[in-house]
Structures are given as structure tokens and as C-alpha cells.
């Protein structure tokens, strides 16, 4: 479907667990991303890596901690997060202005 | 804040009418708009995107239109159809900022059959 694959699609955590998000992308592009997803909101960008340096941190909290080992790979690791982080988390990768998708990871936090 | 935003956040239109989704952002500075429409369990999907030098792109049943002047941008769908259910987002990027989007909250399309 798309070249941007995300696990797990579904994840339940408690607030003193830690976990991670992976993102995947099989397009060959250099800048990859991490949104957050709320309900009536608009998304809300989290990271941006751009050949694996990160280039925008746009104040997210310390309990999410990105990682991109290579331009092909971007992981969000979770700690300590709280019931409103609870959304659905989406990656997307570009070479230029347009944006492809992953499917999200819907995650609840309890 | 936010930069780009919709008009309305729902619409209801029968099957085979023509559908219109308008959007309106503030950053005169953005030169380009891209359309994204996500359906339910999916991510965001690309539909049609436009360049500030232009006012008006045609894609497959879809149009988009583009006033500077007011800052608005529009998706024009043709004969919807029960596939097109979806929530639909308009997305400007300006030139400074690279690859950076900013979204709006979105249109949420029900299609009647």
C-alpha cells in the first residue's frame, strides 16, 4: 500500500511502562518524521530527521526520545507517559515537500 | 499557532454531487499547499498538490484552487463517490522551512448514498 510501515499498529501502556514505536521506509528518502495524532486536533509535529540528523525538535516532552540509525529507520521510544499522550503516533518520510504515510500506531496510555 | 485551518470540519454531500472543501491559512510567505485525505485506520494519503505560482491544478476528479489574494485554498471533488468518505487535510509548507508542513485540523466527508 504504502512504503512506510509502522509497528505495532495498536499498543497499551501503563504510565510507568516503556516502550517503543518503529517506523520504516522503503522509498529512499532522506528526511523522515514523527506526528502526533489527537482527536479534533490538527497534527502535531514531533520530529523531523533529515539524513539521520535531527533537525527539529518542536518541544516535545523528554518521555518521548526519537531515534533514526539510518535514513531508513526512525523509532520513538515511550517512558513515563502520561493518559494524554494517549493518540495515534504517524511517520512519514519525504525527499521533497511531499509527505508519504505510514499507517500509525494507536496508542493508549492507562 | 496554527497557520492553516478549514472552514468547516464536517460535510455531508450525496453520492454523484460535487464536493468542496475550503481551507484558509494566514502565512502569506507559504508557497506551497498539498492536500492529504485519510480514511478510517489509515495514515494521511496524498491527493493533489499545488505551487504558489499556479491558482489552479486538476488531478483525477479532484481540482484544487488557490487564491493568494484571500489566502484560501479549495478541493473540488467531481461525482463523489461512497470511497471518498474520509477526513481531508490541507497542508502549506513555506519555502524557508524546508520540508516542514503545517496542517489544519481537517473536513471529515460522509458520502450518502
Known amino acids: 500500500e504504502t512504503g512506510v510501515t509502522q509497528t505495532p499498529r495498536h499498543l497499551v501502556m501503563g504510565m510507568t511502562n516503556k516502550k517503543s514505536l518503529k517506523c520504516e521506509q522503503h522509498?529512499?528518502?532522506?528526511?523522515m518524521y514523527w506526528y502526533k495524532q489527537s482527536a479534533k486536533k490538527p497534527l502535531e509535529l514531533m520530529f523531523v530527521?533529515?539524513?539521520?540528523?535531527?533537525?527539529e525538535n518542536n518541544s516535545v516532552p523528554s518521555r518521548f526520545s526519537p531515534e533514526c540509525p539510518n535514513s531508513s529507520h526512525l523509532f520513538l521510544h515511550l517512558h513515563t507517559l502520561q493518559p494524554e499522550d494517549s493518540a495515534l503516533y504517524l511517520c512519514?518520510?519525504?525527499?521533497?515537500?511531499?509527505?508519504?504515510f505510514g499507517p500509525g500506531t494507536r496508542l493508549t496510555v492507562l | 499557532g496554527e497557520s492553516v485551518g478549514l472552514h468547516l470540519p464536517t460535510l455531508s454531500v450525496q453520492e454523484g454531487d460535487n464536493s468542496i472543501i475550503n481551507c484558509a491559512y494566514s502565512?502569506?510567505?507559504?508557497?506551497?499547499f498539498i492536500w492529504y485525505k485519510q480514511e478510517s485506520g489509515k495514515g494521511p494519503q496524498f491527493i493533489i498538490d499545488?505551487?504558489?505560482?499556479?491558482d489552479k491544478r486538476q488531478g483525477q476528479r479532484v481540482t484544487v484552487l488557490l487564491n493568494k489574494t484571500v489566502k484560501h485554498l479549495s478541493l473540488q471533488i467531481a461525482a463523489t463517490q461512497p470511497g471518498d468518505s474520509a477526513v481531508y487535510f490541507c497542508?502549506?509548507?513555506?519555502?524557508?522551512?524546508?520540508?516542514?508542513?503545517?496542517f489544519g485540523a481537517g473536513t471529515t466527508v460522509t458520502v450518502r448514498a
Open positions: 512519514a518520510s519525504s525527499e521533497g515537500n511531499e509527505q508519504f
Open positions: 522509498l529512499g528518502h532522506n528526511a
Open positions: 530527521y533529515n539524513f539521520k540528523e535531527q533537525t
Open positions: 502565512n502569506s510567505a507559504s508557497d506551497y
Open positions: 499545488i505551487r504558489s505560482n499556479m
Open positions: 497542508a502549506e509548507n513555506v519555502r524557508s522551512n524546508d520540508y516542514k508542513l503545517s
